[in-house]
Nanobody, 115 residues
């Protein structure tokens, strides 16, 4: 059984920064890709960033240059450093981990950016 848990959300003013963490635990031998998604109120869940087992990264256009994804393989953890936050970044941020052909999701952490 695999669990994925996000942390680090909160309230921040526009222009500020937050760092989200996502830890995978349980029966893990090797994590392939890990990714962040977000869902704003009344909108569909959207892709934010992804990092492969080899540390190749991809970003949504809306966050490129402001957000940085990284991972600590020894700790089965992925991070999302979010800088220059905007009110439109307000959302519940979800993490997923692709492990042995299965995708595991966390329950999300709320990020609120005030103007």
């Amino acid at each position: 059984q695999v669990q994925v848990m996000e942390s680090g959300g909160g309230l921040v003013q526009a222009g500020g920064s937050l760092r989200l963490s996502c830890a995978a635990s349980g029966s893990i031998f090797n994590i392939n890709a890990m990714a962040w998604y977000r869902q704003a109120p009344g909108k569909q869940r959207e892709f934010v960033a992804r990092i492969s087992s080899g540390n190749s990264t991809m970003y949504a256009v809306s966050v490129k240059g402001r957000f940085t994804i990284s991972r600590d393989n020894a700790e089965n953890t992925v991070y999302l450093q979010m800088n220059s936050l905007k009110p439109e970044d307000t959302a519940v941020y979800y993490c997923n981990a692709f492990i042995r052909f299965n995708l595991y999701w966390g329950k999300g952490t709320l990020v609120t950016v005030s103007s």
